[in-house]
């Protein structure tokens, strides 16, 4: 697997992907309305244009895809998904580990996920990072937000 920034016409399909990846966390919720399923293609460009966008790849195709933003002490991690028929591969544990490799200078990372995602949350804990805050959502959803302090 290669893990690398994505190009602009890598977007249709990474949006593809993160909307397969999202219904099964709507589904959870029962809400359809989040917004990695209401996002448009127009909307991921803007915020391509702000943050870094990568994209797992294998033997040519796109099976993952992250977003990062950083400020000047955090490496905020967003959007990760992975190919509906590959979770459970490892693919999103090496999206995390290769963004904590390439923002290695970054001593705190976050990111957030629903608190009902215990998949989600199981790799995010197994990887270090710990819940520190819980905000309202939607009626239905509450976001864990958690994080990774590198000492």
Do not use: W
């Not at 990695?36 to 099976?63: M, N, Q, S, W």
């Not at 002490?73 to 959007?79: F, Q």
């Not at 989600?120 to 994080?147: S, V, W």
Request: aromatic share 10%; with cysteine.
């Amino acid at each position: 697997m290669i893990i690398k920034l994505a190009e602009i016409t890598d977007l249709e399909e990474m949006l593809t992907i993160q909307k397969s990846a999202y219904v099964i966390q709507a589904k959870i919720y029962d809400d359809y309305t989040i917004m990695p399923l209401t996002e448009t293609l127009d909307d991921f460009k803007a915020d391509f244009a702000k943050k870094a966008v990568y994209k797992a790849v294998i033997a040519g195709r796109i099976v993952g895809a992250v977003r990062v933003h950083t400020d000047d002490t955090t490496c905020y991690i967003g959007k990760l998904c992975v190919l509906t028929e590959l979770h459970g591969q490892g693919i999103g544990t090496q999206l995390l580990k290769e963004m904590e490799r390439i923002y290695k200078d970054y001593k705190r990372f976050e990111l957030f996920t629903g608190s009902k995602s215990e998949a989600n949350i199981r790799l995010y804990e197994r990887m270090g990072y710990k819940k520190f805050k819980t905000e309202p959502y939607t009626e239905k959803a509450t976001i864990d937000y958690m994080e990774k302090i590198i000492v």
